[in-house]
């Protein structure tokens, strides 16, 4: 009897159709007739009646139509097969039962339609003709009805029998759950522990087919999940006496445990953490009816299990991308980063979540070390995806989680994250043993990729990040060198590496302790050959992708010791100057100015080394070793004092008057100066240069202590340290105002203020008027005396206190001394006819002042006064020029400079007076006047040219005589000279050169030609260049004389001249000529219309 309904069976199964048990299934999940259009609203009593009325119908169809046969076949054959109960006097139970026989059925039939599948060959003529589909593929609307059927099953089969606390229950789920909670019978047979484990052997048996697994773990995986953890591993309350009394036995709880395994292995790692961490524990749910149901808590045997399985998770191969994306898709974004990625990634809170459970050691692990080694390469992964929306996730979580495992193990934190990170800047490292394999020139030591990886991996730990844990910082220490190397060489030409180097190096300057920063910074410039830099082997190269990388430098040939000699020179400029950049975003933060006390105090150990204590002795008595070791410590000294002067240099230049941001940088900037000027005046080398540092460091402290900044006792405390030094110089500097003033400055330091001289005040307000020598603040004060001619004392104070808190960047104060009668000051803007014959004569004084600013000031006050037609100082302009004259041969570029702007001035607005003394002075010989001075009144006619404008043809003749005459002068710098001002004049006259043109191109044709000096003849080829520049199209008709003479002569120059910069002017000039020509063979031409009017 078993056997042919066996046979009679496996004959269903070849005939039964999937249309049929779909047909069944639909059957199964029609409303009945309780007239509602969902089961979703109904009640207790009509959703038994209706789940009994459709098992009734379907029973009949079986039974009665003869086209249901093979189904009722099938379905029999596959009942007798299973092992589990189906019968019930729970209508939830009967009704789950049947439906997990036709799953079943469906199985079996999609399994069989799909073995007995075998497509033909595709056809090569029609290759776009779609490939056959599989006979078991279901439909849209299939996938919709066995969606449906799956979540009866699961509402009724296994949701209700899970204990409290484990899986969401069904009542915080939706109002069909409630109702279903209510409907099913715990009493009746089989058990709830038997039913569960039922549904979920025969959803796992019907997972087996692809589709259908599908669509159950797709939706369904998570109460799946949690009956099988029920099953496998809940505490039973006693043990069974019996085998009958037992509901599940051990080997069924086996099953159910490899079960669970199993899935978790097979489905999308992130749903499997998604869905742990849902049975592990959660918030309150609320309901649909809007009251909130408090959710039990998860029992402690099942929150242990979902931990062993998350860390089980979690150590797997991609494990920790697997826990990433559990957490964060479960927070909103999708697989790819969907619409709330964005928020997501934002969400710092989520984050830390992760990397506190990334950073904790499981208990399945050996040791933290294990688990360290196998889990840190994979966030450093987290840091390299491409996708943008999960990159900018993943790479927060890598960077918190970084920063948490930093701080919680440093030590293998820094052996498994940090090392990996900075390998390839070791690797390049001074301190490091290259392989012999890899010194070979032209080896790269460090590929593109590494290299822009390592960086920006930096770039997020480091700067994004933003926690300067100590483990972190010290790892970056020894590699700041090479990362100032790698900033210097992006400077040189466009590179996406720049801006994060400048970063990095910006963020770590301002982390670190303000010793180690300074002595990082000495690394930088080269001050400390002890702090790790880059490799002598090793160079930065331009990739092939527009990248950096790092590569073994070519061997030195004799013949190229001089080029490597000035690569050598220019790169060490290059780094000062990038290093000057640098510390020019660090000025807030006062590490600029704590850096630039640290080089003034350098230059002050430069300029007291007394070069007598390096003399060796005799040779004699000396090895030819030692006497190289000598030689070589004394090309180092000579290398670092250069060093050092040119340090100080750029920082000044590249610094602004803010980088000093308080008073103890300030007092420190001053004990440097006083310093230098003590150790100078002990050498017998007090020059003017350390005379005027010395009177502007004394003035910046009087300025503090005549109120312009707010002092505490703590701040005298630290001015303090300027006493000894204060004392020092009134001992031993030879100028007795400054002797002076240094004991004026001690006294008012030791009482606190209390007492303060007159000279203190005059210091401080001589200094702020040489701070602002053009005058605003000046301006001010003389508008304020001219409504108040008592000016208060207060007002002046508050002037100072103004001007000295702009200054240094500290906060003003009231005036801390009495206030003192101010002097007249010769740089102050007066209105028209408001000059004082007082004013006059004292600004005449001080322009020949021995100190040079006062001397520069007083200049540029006379040439203001000139500019501004000044009648008082018009009447005496014959003395202007002479003050102006005599100053020219003064050897500082301000004073001569103030000198040639205040001449030029002058004989703009009297040019008849003037310029002929000028042309006088500039055409006499070497017995009257030095080169230099003639220089510098070439200067001034070149200056007075350009003003002149179109005025200058009236002095056309005088000029371009006495040019002319220059041309043939002896000196060559003056012929050079006299040739530049007739370019600049010729450019000028256009058609009013008349006449002298042939002058000027006979001259010119002879200087270029004849000349012995390589720089005479550049300056007659650049004013034929600025003579066709000048006239442009004009010169076919100024030039039509000469112009064939002066195309031959820039053809012998460009085929003859040995000098190629005379040459290129030569070329440049050519090309200005063949513009022109072009332009007037072939003029452009205009489309226009033109409207006669007749009369």
């Not at 992006?490 to 963020?507: A, G, M, N, P, Y």
Request: glycine residues 6%; proline residues 5%.
């Amino acid at each position: 009897m078993a056997a042919a309904r066996q046979v009679a069976g496996g004959r269903a199964l070849e005939t039964c159709g999937m249309e049929r048990i779909l047909e069944a299934l639909k059957l199964l999940l029609s409303p009945g007739g309780s007239g509602s259009s969902s089961l979703q609203i109904t009640k207790h009593d009509v959703l038994l009646a209706t789940l009994k009325s459709n098992l009734s119908a379907l029973e009949d169809k079986l039974l009665k139509d003869p086209h249901w046969k093979e189904l009722k076949l099938l379905r029999d054959a596959v009942a007798n097969e299973a092992e589990w109960p189906r019968g019930s006097a729970d209508i939830t139970w009967a009704f789950t039962a049947q439906t997990l026989l036709l799953l079943l059925c469906l199985k079996e039939t999609m399994m069989r339609l799909a073995a007995g599948f075998n497509p033909g060959k595709p056809n090569p003529r029609t290759p776009e003709a779609a490939p056959a589909l599989s006979p078991d593929t279901l439909s849209v609307s299939q996938q919709k009805t066995v969606q449906s059927v799956l979540q009866f099953v699961v509402t009724l089969g296994v949701c209700p029998y899970l204990v409290p606390g484990v899986g969401v229950p069904l009542k915080c789920r939706t109002e069909f759950g409630a109702v279903v909670q209510d409907v099913v019978c715990l009493s009746a047979a089989p058990s709830a522990a038997r039913r569960l484990y039922t549904s979920c052997s025969v959803l796992l048996s019907v997972a087996q087919n692809a589709a259908l697994g599908s669509l159950i773990f797709c939706r369904h995986f998570g109460d799946i999940a949690a009956g099988l953890c029920q099953l496998g591993f809940c505490p039973t309350e006693r043990k069974a006496l019996n085998p009958e009394e037992e509901v599940l036995t051990e080997e069924e709880r086996a099953l159910s445990r490899e079960a669970l395994r199993d899935i978790l292995d097979q489905v999308y790692q992130p749903l499997a953490v998604r869905e742990l961490l849902t049975l592990q524990g959660g918030a309150p749910q609320s309901c649909t009816d809007g009251k909130t149901q408090v959710r039990c808590r998860a029992p402690a045997w099942l929150r242990r299990l979902c931990g062993q399985l998350l860390s089980e998770r979690l150590m797997r191969p991609s494990g920790v991308q697997a826990v990433v994306r559990g957490i964060l898709e479960g927070a909103g974004a999708g697989a790819a980063g969907g619409s709330d990625a964005e928020a997501t990634a934002a969400d710092w809170k989520k984050c830390d979540v992760i990397a506190k459970i990334l950073s904790s050691c499981p208990q399945q692990s050996l040791s933290p070390e294990d688990y360290y080694r196998d889990i840190c390469p994979q966030i450093l992964d987290l840091f390299h995806f491409q996708d943008k929306l999960t990159a900018r996730q993943f790479q927060r979580v890598a960077t918190t989680t970084f920063i948490t495992m930093s701080r919680e193990r440093p030590q293998l934190a820094a052996k498994y994250l940090l090392q990996p990170v900075l390998a390839p800047l070791h690797r390049c490292l001074n301190t490091a043993e290259i392989p012999e394999g890899d010194m070979v020139p032209g080896t790269v030591l460090v590929t593109e990729e590494e290299l822009s990886r390592c960086i920006e991996d930096v770039f997020k730990v480091y700067v994004v990040g933003n926690d300067p844990v100590t483990v972190l910082v010290d790892s970056l220490l020894p590699v700041l060198g090479v990362l100032f190397s790698l900033y210097c060489f992006t400077k040189q030409s466009v590179s996406h590496t720049r801006s994060l180097c400048q970063e990095i190096l910006l963020w770590i300057l301002g982390k670190l302790e303000r010793k180690k920063a300074l002595a990082s910074l000495k690394g930088f410039a080269g001050l400390d050959r002890s702090v790790p830099s880059l490799h002598s082997l090793c160079h930065f190269k331009a990739a092939a992708q527009g990248g950096i990388m790092i590569t073994i430098k070519e061997a030195i040939c004799d013949e190229d010791e001089d080029e490597s000699l000035y690569q050598k020179v220019s790169s060490e400029q290059c780094q000062v100057e990038h290093l000057g950049d640098l510390l020019s975003h660090c000025q807030e933060c006062g590490l600029a100015g704590d850096f630039f006390i640290l080089c003034l105090k350098e230059l002050t150990q430069v300029a007291v080394e007394n070069e007598a204590e390096l003399e060796t002795e005799p040779f004699s008595s000396t090895s030819l070793l030692e006497l190289e070791q000598h030689q070589t410590l004394l090309v180092e000294d000579q290398e670092r004092k250069l060093l050092v002067l040119q340090l100080v240099a750029v920082l000044c230049e590249r610094m602004s008057e803010q980088i000093f941001t308080n008073i103890t940088q300030v007092v420190d900037f001053v004990a440097a100066t006083l310093q230098r000027a003590c150790a100078s005046l002990a050498h017998q080398a007090e020059s003017s240069v350390e005379s005027q540092t010395l009177s502007m460091s004394m003035g910046l402290v009087a300025v503090m202590l005549g109120g312009a900044v707010e002092l505490k006792s703590s701040d005298f405390a630290v001015l303090k340290q300027l006493v000894p030094l204060l004392e020092k110089v009134s001992t031993t500097y030879p100028d007795p105002v400054i002797q002076e003033l240094a004991i004026d400055l001690r006294i008012t330091i030791s009482t606190h203020g209390a007492f303060t001289t007159e000279a203190v005040s005059v210091a401080a307000q001589s200094t702020l008027s040489k701070k602002d020598p053009e005058g605003k603040r000046e301006e001010q004060q003389q508008a304020s005396h001219e409504r108040h001619c008592d000016m208060s004392p207060s007002h002046l104070e508050q002037q100072q206190s103004h001007d000295m808190s702009r200054q240094t960047g500290l906060k003003p104060n009231p005036p801390l001394v009495p206030p003192v009668v101010r002097e007249p000051s010769i740089t102050t803007n007066q209105k028209s006819g408001s000059l004082t014959a007082e004013q006059l004569q004292e600004a005449l004084l001080s322009a020949y002042d021995p100190q040079i600013p006062t001397r520069a000031a007083a200049l540029r006050t006379l040439s203001r006064w000139v500019e501004q037609r000044e009648p008082k100082a018009l009447e005496v302009q014959e003395k202007f020029l002479k003050v102006f004259l005599e100053n020219l041969e003064h050897e500082d570029t301000f004073v001569y400079l103030s000198a040639i702007q205040g001449a030029a001035l002058l004989s703009d607005v009297y040019p008849e007076k003037i310029l002929c003394g000028l042309l006088h002075q500039y055409d006499a010989g070497k017995d009257k006047h030095t080169a230099e001075t003639r220089m510098k009144v070439g200067e001034v006619l070149m200056r007075t040219v350009r003003a002149l404008g179109d005025m200058v043809s009236k002095y056309r003749e005088p000029l371009i005589h006495t040019f002319l005459r220059g041309a043939r002068d002896p000196d060559g710098a003056h012929r050079a000279s006299s040739l530049s001002n007739l370019g600049e004049l010729c450019q000028r006259l256009d058609f009013l050169l008349g006449s002298v043109v042939h002058e000027v191109t006979a001259c010119l044709i002879a200087v270029a030609k004849t000349d012995p000096e390589v720089q005479v003849r550049r300056a007659a080829i650049h004013v034929i260049v600025l003579l066709l520049r000048g006239l442009s199209q004009k010169a076919t008709e100024v030039l039509k004389d000469v112009l064939k003479d002066l195309y031959h002569l820039l053809k012998h120059v460009v085929r003859l001249e040995p000098d190629d910069v005379a040459k290129l002017h030569a070329q440049l000039a050519l090309e200005e000529l063949d513009e022109i020509m072009r332009n007037f063979l072939f003029p452009p031409q205009k489309l226009e219309k033109k409207i006669v009017v007749l009369p």
